[in-house]
């Protein structure tokens, strides 16, 4: 007999959408079969009228991150894995990708093991890290790359820019971006890439200063689109030069960073693109609204010509992956900055982001189905080798499953959101919804009750496939 069956949804598998029943043994899906063929378990779900995709995939959030107080006080944590993966269940997110950040003196393994004593026991979801590596990268530790990815952390993270005049000793210099290519080109890695011309937005700070324009509603004119285009360009066009570099460009902004990836890709290069749902949606005019720090991330929001290339880089593949580059904090904490080298990065989004995406995506722009969900799971766990294990309704594959009710239409409210004091996404109005989450066969969450605890969550590792260094594959 089943542990547990899904009957009657609309279920969206590799195969296609279709009207299918889902049985669950254990944690993985063992069966998906015609209406009515299964016929007993321990636990039926009958959802009807609903819809029945894989379990969502952030590949991109910061959890237990500092944050730099204005006037150079201590920085404060944001949320930690507790806090951030129980909204992510709310919102029918199952995985979530977040850094394991080298500092100066460890080894990678020691940077792993850092962070790992972070998640370890707090965190309700599925989880994987990222290695971020920052500033000047000592030759050992360069070495030590191919060790991490056989390991099984095969996705490396660096930065063009150090973002703020406050942040210096992020960025990675061409020289050593170039040895880390080579590394993951030949050991089956991937590097992902935060990408904006240093010497341009430095510049810009400065500018600004001196012109007294130094308001975070200026944002756009320091962290811009030419920066975008030059950067993206750069770091694209030495990966060209690397047989077998495999790219992922985090949270592309603007129109111009699309269309470098397009270029790309169409010549059979592994470039691959994410963006959030809140560069999608949102410009840099929302800076002037009340409370306009809450709309803001880095890099900055752009203009409606970037929003439209956003959403037609979804649809065309030049986009393949919705993150959110979350940092969860309050709202006190997220309104401690007012200028431009001062506001505080990152946004509450990971609770809202597969409901939000579904009424943006499918409601209002017409996404298949299947578009849809290689946008918020399929094509991270298959960039981030995941894939079947996660993203996919298939027989083998972890029972991570999320139904949303598309018969939900309303505006958001604070008794529809789990993660802090506030959200960028209070007031949007939202054409269908998660309802109910599970997460390795086990209901996580049901009519609004979590059902799981912080033991719960575990830890994958990875291995990224062969097709999708050889891409583009997805």
Known sequence: MLDLLIRGGHVVTPAGAGTWDVGIQGEHIVVVAAPGVLAEAAQVLDVAGKLVIPGGIDPHIHAQWPIPSPGGGPPVLS???????????????TTLIDFAPWSIGETLQQSIERRERDWLGRCYSDYAYHVMLVGTVPPDVLDQIPEVIQAGFPSIKLFTTDITPSRRGRRVRMGDMWEVFQRTARHGGLVAVHAEDDDLVMHMYDRLAREGRTGFEHMAEVHSTLSEDLAFRRVLRLAE???????????????EGVAAIAECRAKGLPVYGETLHHYASYTSEAYKRPHGQIYH?????????DCTALWAGMASGSIGSIATDGICTPLQVKLQGDRIDDVTGGNAGVEPRIGIMYSESVGRRGFSLERFVDLTSANAARVFGLYPRKGAIAVGSDADITIIDPAVDRILGPDDLHETDYSPWAGWHITGWPVTTILRGKVAVDRGQLQVDTRYGRRINRQISPAILNGPAC
């Open 79 to 93: 949320g930690g894995p507790a806090q951030v993966s129980r909204a992510a269940l709310f919102g029918g997110t």
């Open 241 to 255: 030069h690397v047989p077998g570099a495999a790219v992922y460009m985090v949270h592309v902004s603007a129109a």
């Open 297 to 305: 991330t880095y890099p900055s929001l752009k203009g409606e010509r």
